[in-house]
Nanobody, 127 residues
């Protein structure tokens, strides 16, 4: 089993920055990719970013491209989401997710791909 714990959420003003962290434990050595999803009140959970897939690299949702940066520290089994120039529409619960299954970029943007999830961390952007 893999356990994921997110941290770093909070209240931030529009235009500001926030960095989220996710630490993996358990069978973290088997993780192929780690990603971030978010869910706003009344909305479906949506893909935000993922790091590491077939060939390696990062991929972002269009809504956050150019503003958010995902990074991974393999030695620490951790993934981070640097959020810059945040907007009120970024307000959501952010979830870290991990999969041990190899796949394409398209596969890694799908919620169903990920077996392991963190508890979520709230990000609130004030206008």
């Amino acid at each position: 089993q893999v356990q994921l714990v997110e941290s770093g959420g909070g209240l931030v003003q529009a235009g500001g920055s926030l960095k989220l962290s996710c630490a993996a434990s358990g069978r973290a050595f088997s993780i192929y990719a780690m990603g971030w999803f978010r869910q706003a009140p009344g909305k479906e959970r949506e893909f935000v970013a993922v790091d590491s897939w077939s060939g390696g690299g990062a991929y972002y949702a269009d809504s956050v491209k150019g503003r958010f940066t995902i990074s991974r520290d393999h030695a620490k089994n951790a993934v981070y989401l640097q959020m810059n120039s945040v907007k009120p529409e970024d307000t959501a619960v952010y979830y870290c997710a991990a999969t041990i299954v190899r796949g394409t970029i398209a596969t890694m943007t799908r919620e169903g791909t990920y077996r392991y999830w963190g508890q979520g961390t709230q990000v609130t952007v004030s206008s």
